[in-house]
């Protein structure tokens, strides 16, 4: 879930348009053709029931969510060297208590793109959008029930690969506006990205990455800041099977102005992207990611979230129509946390908060028929903080049908 724009912003939104493009690629594989056009329609439906909805150590309230969207995707070859791609997930989501939090989503995997290629160049527009009010995942995030926001990217991105050297570079303009109150985590962002790296095989490269984020606030209680990250990467594919990527280096944050009582001020830190993927046979796979990220704070008052996640993921197709997935996380993160005087939004005074997230859950899917079929899932998570009134334990369970025209 992207709440808001991340530490190295600009290398994990270019990442995250990376894997998107190559998620629409396959999916277009089973697309049906409308002229020269590639193109899908989905509708979904789903129940869930959060016994701690609103994410409280001293006031826990339960809810029942229901949910229904509808996907849309297509692709268009619009010449021989150019292709048009689009695709969204439109839903509404309904809390039959706290009716107040009902309302909209667009998936964060909304994404419209244009790529043109000359010879071994590709340059690629893009606009990312998408608006999202759940906070479930948010390890940093305690005591609030949703934090709608929309998010909006538009850039562009170019590649070139002459011969065994591949090098890249995005620019992209991103803009966040918050439904909260008071506004305060409304903001622009510029983001830039380069990659210099050589090509060993096909699908295995090395190299130095650089990013550079500039975050421009509406409001004071969250500073603009610069963010610099400078480190290599590798993308290895060890055998067809196993895939390996990993990358990292330091990060500094450099904020334009330090905190009431200096937790807000300057980080000198590091940054890690590691992955692992392994298709053990044609029925059983899993997967191992490990990332560090300095992060853009969610909570008033403090300007940035250093935080390290863990997951880990197992699916076993049992048949060919019915397949589960077991998964577990762990957050390590620590943020600047403010305390404001009475009703208004001055920050009075702010300390480090240290927390940690445990997390794990089941899924059971299930293809009904060749254009129906349906997910059951449950997951659990375990929030502590060195803060009095910022621990707690969530349960969710759930069921999701969706239909593919």
């Given at each position: 879930?992207?709440?808001?724009a991340?530490?190295?912003?600009?290398?994990?939104?270019?990442?995250?348009?990376?894997?998107?493009?190559?998620?629409?690629?396959?999916?277009?594989?089973?697309?049906p053709?409308?002229?020269?056009?590639?193109?899908?329609?989905?509708?979904?439906?789903?129940?869930?029931?959060?016994?701690?909805?609103?994410?409280?150590?001293?006031?826990?309230?339960?809810?029942?969510?229901?949910e229904?969207?509808?996907?849309?995707?297509?692709?268009?070859?619009?010449?021989?060297?150019?292709d048009?791609?689009?695709?969204?997930?439109?839903?509404?989501?309904?809390y039959e208590?706290?009716?107040?939090n009902?309302?909209?989503?667009?998936?964060?995997?909304?994404?419209l793109?244009?790529?043109?290629?000359?010879?071994?160049?590709?340059?690629?527009?893009?606009?990312?959008?998408?608006?999202t009010?759940?906070?479930?995942?948010?390890?940093a995030?305690?005591?609030?029930?949703?934090?709608p926001?929309?998010?909006?990217s538009?850039?562009?991105?170019?590649?070139?690969?002459?011969?065994?050297?591949v090098?890249?570079?995005?620019?992209?303009?991103?803009?966040?506006?918050?439904?909260?109150?008071?506004?305060?985590?409304?903001?622009?962002?510029?983001?830039?990205?380069?990659?210099?790296?050589?090509?060993?095989?096909?699908?295995?490269?090395?190299?130095?990455?650089a990013s550079?984020?500039?975050?421009?606030?509406?409001?004071?209680?969250?500073?603009?800041?610069?963010?610099?990250?400078?480190?290599?990467?590798?993308?290895?594919?060890?055998?067809?099977s196993?895939?390996?990527?990993?990358?990292?280096?330091?990060?500094?944050?450099m904020p334009?102005?330090?905190?009431?009582s200096?937790?807000?001020?300057s980080?000198?830190?590091?940054?890690?992207?590691?992955?692992?993927?392994?298709?053990?046979?044609?029925?059983?796979?899993?997967?191992?990611?490990?990332?560090?990220?300095?992060?853009?704070?969610?909570?008033?008052?403090?300007?940035?979230?250093?935080?390290?996640?863990?997951?880990?993921?197992?699916?076993?197709?049992?048949?060919q129509?019915?397949?589960?997935?077991?998964?577990a996380?762990?957050?390590?993160g620590?943020?600047?946390?403010?305390?404001?005087?009475?009703?208004?939004?001055?920050?009075?005074?702010?300390t480090l908060?240290?927390?940690?997230?445990?997390?794990?859950g089941?899924?059971?899917?299930?293809?009904?028929?060749?254009?129906?079929?349906?997910?059951l899932n449950?997951?659990?998570?375990?929030?502590?903080?060195?803060l009095?009134?910022?621990?707690y334990?969530d349960?969710?369970?759930?069921l999701?049908?969706?239909?593919?025209?």
């Amino acid at each position: 879930m992207n709440l808001s724009a991340r530490g190295q912003d600009a290398l994990f939104n270019s990442a995250s348009l990376d894997q998107t493009t190559v998620a629409r690629a396959a999916q277009f594989n089973s697309q049906p053709y409308v002229g020269p056009v590639q193109f899908g329609l989905g509708a979904n439906a789903g129940v869930t029931y959060d016994d701690n909805v609103n994410g409280s150590q001293l006031n826990p309230e339960s809810d029942v969510l229901t949910e229904a969207g509808i996907n849309v995707s297509l692709n268009w070859p619009a010449t021989d060297a150019s292709d048009l791609q689009f695709g969204t997930s439109i839903g509404y989501v309904n809390y039959e208590r706290q009716v107040s939090n009902s309302g909209l989503e667009i998936s964060p995997d909304s994404a419209l793109t244009y790529a043109i290629s000359l010879y071994d160049v590709t340059v690629t527009f893009f606009d990312q959008l998408s608006y999202t009010r759940q906070v479930h995942t948010e390890a940093a995030l305690a005591n609030i029930t949703t934090l709608p926001q929309l998010n909006n990217s538009i850039g562009l991105q170019s590649e070139w690969d002459p011969g065994h050297w591949v090098l890249s570079a995005s620019y992209s303009h991103d803009n966040t506006v918050s439904d909260h109150p008071d506004d305060y985590l409304n903001h622009s962002a510029e983001d830039f990205v380069g990659r210099l790296g050589w090509r060993f095989a096909e699908a295995t490269q090395a190299g130095l990455e650089a990013s550079d984020t500039l975050t421009s606030y509406q409001v004071s209680s969250l500073y603009n800041s610069a963010n610099l990250s400078v480190g290599g990467y590798l993308d290895w594919q060890v055998q067809p099977s196993l895939t390996v990527t990993l990358g990292g280096g330091p990060v500094f944050y450099m904020p334009q102005f330090a905190g009431p009582s200096g937790a807000n001020g300057s980080q000198d830190t590091y940054y890690v992207n590691a992955s692992i993927s392994h298709q053990l046979t044609d029925y059983l796979s899993h997967s191992l990611s490990v990332n560090r990220s300095l992060q853009a704070g969610l909570n008033q008052g403090g300007s940035y979230i250093e935080q390290l996640t863990a997951a880990y993921a197992i699916h076993w197709q049992l048949t060919q129509r019915i397949g589960v997935s077991v998964s577990a996380n762990y957050v390590d993160g620590q943020q600047p946390f403010a305390t404001t005087g009475g009703t208004s939004a001055v920050v009075l005074a702010s300390t480090l908060e240290n927390y940690d997230q445990y997390g794990g859950g089941f899924q059971i899917s299930w293809k009904i028929t060749d254009h129906l079929s349906t997910t059951l899932n449950y997951n659990h998570l375990e929030r502590t903080s060195n803060l009095s009134g910022r621990d707690y334990s969530d349960d969710q369970i759930g069921l999701q049908l969706n239909y593919a025209f």
